[in-house]
Structure formats: structure tokens, C-alpha cells
């Protein structure tokens, strides 16, 4: 598969994530972090704050962005970049909705 194919991958409904939180998944051996918004929008970061390695997962959901729980680095959700004074980025993956279910591009977790 190149770089230009996507490889969609249903991983679950949106109804298995809580608005404002998260569920995580394993792809090979990363961690992915599946987060859903409170008006449904639905992002996917590494599990791994750019920081100290904090479990993106476990922060909290505001504003288009999470909180990591260990240091309080706010990470945008849509790209992964450290906002604010902080520098650093964590991967992020395509993720989409059809319909209510979670669909996330398994090509690009490479």
C-alpha cells in the first residue's frame, strides 16, 4: 500500500465514546487515542503527550483540544501541536464518520 491509499477500518460506534472523552485503540504497537467532542466531531491522536509521554486519553476534552493529566500541555485534537507557549506535536490520524459509526485510516498509522 502506498502513501497515497487509505485503508478505512470501522473501530466502533460514536455511542462507545462519552462526549468529551475518549477510547483508545492498538495499532501494531502505538496506542491510539479516539476522542469525541461535545457537539460529536471525532479526532485521533497517538496516546502520548509531545511532553513527558502522558496518556492523551485520560486528559480532558475542551474546546477542540485535550489537556494532558500529567503537566497540563493542551494538544489540539485536529493536528496534534502543542498550543500556547508549549512546543511539541503528537502524530494524528484521519479519522471520519459514516453514518454512526467510527472509520479510521489504518493506511495512514504507518
Known amino acids: 500500500m502506498n502513501a497515497l491509499q487509505t485503508a478505512w477500518v470501522e473501530i466502533g460506534t460514536l455511542d462507545d465514546i462519552p462526549r468529551q472523552g475518549s477510547r483508545c485503540i492498538s495499532v501494531g504497537e502505538m496506542t491510539v487515542a479516539i476522542f469525541r467532542t461535545m457537539d460529536d466531531q471525532v479526532f ?6 509531545p511532553h513527558k509521554n502522558g496518556p492523551l486519553s485520560q486528559g480532558i476534552v ?4 485535550v ?4 503537566h ?3 494538544i489540539s485534537l485536529e493536528t496534534g501541536e502543542a498550543q500556547g507557549a508549549d512546543e511539541g506535536q ?5 479519522v471520519k464518520l459514516q453514518d ?7 493506511g495512514s498509522a504507518r
Not at 67 to 70: F, G, S, V
Open 44 to 49: 485521533a491522536l497517538e496516546d502520548k503527550c
Open 62 to 65: 475542551h474546546d477542540g483540544c
Open 67 to 70: 489537556t494532558c493529566p500529567l
Open 72 to 74: 497540563n500541555w493542551v
Open 90 to 94: 503528537t502524530k494524528s490520524f484521519p
Open 100 to 106: 454512526n459509526k467510527i472509520l479510521f485510516d489504518l
